[in-house]
């Protein structure tokens, strides 16, 4: 019995792994993963909002916090797609080519999603 509860526990967290590119409690990486895809940010620089909506066509959005299981969460936003706007928000099945991660104040860091639109 107990042998399969550590079992099953170990298999959730490598599939955890699997999927958000980080062990539960630990706080995201390079990589992110949302809407079903996955995102790299390349470095550099963090940019502040103003930035961001300053390139942007479309208004950026909360789209949730990341990774699910860390024990410091950041807010993650996407720019919001036309289709996004149309079926009621971030919680559409329409997913951004780059997404924001708030890594404190007015910081926030890009990830831009991996093999393209």
């Known amino acids: 019995m107990i042998a399969a509860a550590v079992l099953g526990v170990g298999c959730l967290a490598f599939w955890y792994r699997a999927v958000y590119n980080v062990w539960p409690g630990q706080g995201a990486s390079t990589r992110v993963h949302w809407c079903g895809r996955d995102y790299e940010s390349f470095?550099?620089?963090s940019q502040t909002l103003r930035q961001i909506t300053a390139?942007?066509?479309f208004p950026i959005v909360a789209v949730g916090q990341y990774p699910p299981l860390a024990w410091t969460r950041h807010e993650l936003f996407a720019a919001a797609t036309k289709a996004m706007l149309r079926?009621?928000?971030a919680n559409?099945?329409?997913?951004a080519v780059v997404v924001y991660l708030r890594t404190g104040g007015d910081q926030y860091q890009p990830y831009s999603l991996e093999g393209g639109p």
């Not at 559409?92 to 997913?95: E, L």
């Open 92 to 95: 559409s099945q329409v997913c």
């Open 55 to 57: 390139r942007e066509t």
């Open 43 to 45: 470095g550099g620089p």
């Open 87 to 89: 079926q009621g928000g």
